[in-house]
């Protein structure tokens, strides 16, 4: 009688055979279970869109996705830029740790386990399937680095009265060129915003005109920040559309807008 021996070198040609490579790193040492490799993919997902630019800005990603930092039991450990000379080349490698602690229930019990994974980037976003491996010793959370504040172009407040004596001032047939003249220089020196210590920008102001009919629009950074005016069939108007109207896909802040009076009423 033959006795067959399969060799460890066997088993491991085996695994390879027909897995993907986070399955593929269950035939490793590296720590991990179907939960972590789930939690794996579904960061590396995520944080894939909008297209990656640089090891730094993916880690931000993480911390800020719902299956980042903030759930408490994932981390990013390693981080690191990349050279790529072409789109398709990685830009990026990181390393991310996933803990879970064990449970008791009744008769169901389950391990703590901790398990690292690494993926690389390109422009396009994660390639191929994160890897288990062996979790850096010692290896601590990566903080991204903070983005500096930006100033932001902000409506004056009290500019809506403004805006009213402007536009009951024109003459009966104005020219865009002259309205925009008018708004622009009633806007006052931008302030100082207090959060940031920068001194905010100018809202952006169109204009248009239409016979004896004008409409204006004051946009801030903000979406919902819009100021509209109009003065239609002789009538001077002034509003400001709710947040729920301004959402993407309903009203943009522009002087058309304003022209045909849309936004004036809040919806019911």
Known sequence: MTTSVITPVRILAGCI???????????????GDASTDREAETMVKRISWPRPQSADGLVRAAVGTSAGTNSGNSVVVKAED????????PIARLVFRFHHEGSESG?????????????EFSFYG????????????????????????RPKAVTPAGFDAKLSKILGALPELPTAADLMARVTLALP?????????????????DTAVSGADVGVS?????????LLGARVAGKVMVWRPTQV???????????????????IHPPH
């Not at 990349?82 to 080349?89: N, P, S, T, W």
């Not at 950074?221 to 819009?226: E, K, N, P, T």
Request: aromatic residues 2%.
């Open 17 to 31: 055979g027909g897995l993907t490579a986070v399955a593929l790193a269950s035939c490793s040492m590296a720590a």
């Open 82 to 89: 990349l050279h790529a000379d072409k789109l398709g080349d």
């Open 107 to 119: 008769f169901i019990t389950s391990d703590p386990v901790t398990a690292c994974y690494e993926a």
């Open 126 to 149: 994660v390639i191929g399937n994160p890897k288990r491996t062996t979790c850096p010793e010692g290896a601590k959370e990566i903080v991204p680095t903070p983005i500096p504040p």
């Open 189 to 205: 020196a931008p302030l100082l915003d207090p959060s940031s210590g920068l001194r905010n920008l100018p809202p952006t102001i």
């Open 218 to 226: 004051v946009r801030a950074s903000s979406a919902q920040d819009c």
């Open 245 to 263: 109207q301004m959402q993407p896909g309903e009203l943009t802040c522009d002087p058309q807008t304003a022209l045909h009076l849309q936004g």
